[in-house]
């Protein structure tokens, strides 16, 4: 049990980690295209993979990579969920360039 009383969750498995040594990588619309910002924990600004993830790990308090896709310019679920399922719409190179970043960034807090 973690301190709330709640049991680790299932997504932790075996290796029975806490949560401050979980690390995920996530696409965040409220950033732009390119922009990379870390954090501990905060809200999960309706994004259904957070959701999932805190519900599977029992809270919300591990690290985060947020990597900015950008945002479409509607509000409308239906548009906002096929822009961020749909295929890239920059040029290779940036979107390898961005995964490179992120994969930068991951291995510095990993090994901070």
């Not at 905060?42 to 999932?52: F, I, M, P």
């Not at 690290?63 to 679920?77: K, M």
Request: aromatic share 4%; net charge negative; glycine share 12%.
């Amino acid at each position: 049990m973690n301190e709330a009383g709640r049991s680790a969750g299932p997504a932790r498995g075996s290796f029975k980690l806490e949560l401050d040594q979980v690390l995920v990588l996530h696409d965040e619309i409220d950033l732009p295209f390119g922009e990379i910002r870390t954090r501990l924990g905060g809200g999960l600004a309706g994004h259904n993979g957070l959701k999932s993830l805190k519900r599977e790990m029992g809270a919300a308090e591990f690290h985060r990579v947020r990597i900015g896709v950008g945002r479409p310019d509607s509000t409308d679920p239906e548009l906002v969920a096929a822009y961020v399922l749909g295929k890239w719409r920059q040029p290779a190179a940036e979107v390898a360039d961005l995964i490179g970043r992120a994969a930068d960034e991951a291995e510095r807090l990993v090994n901070v």
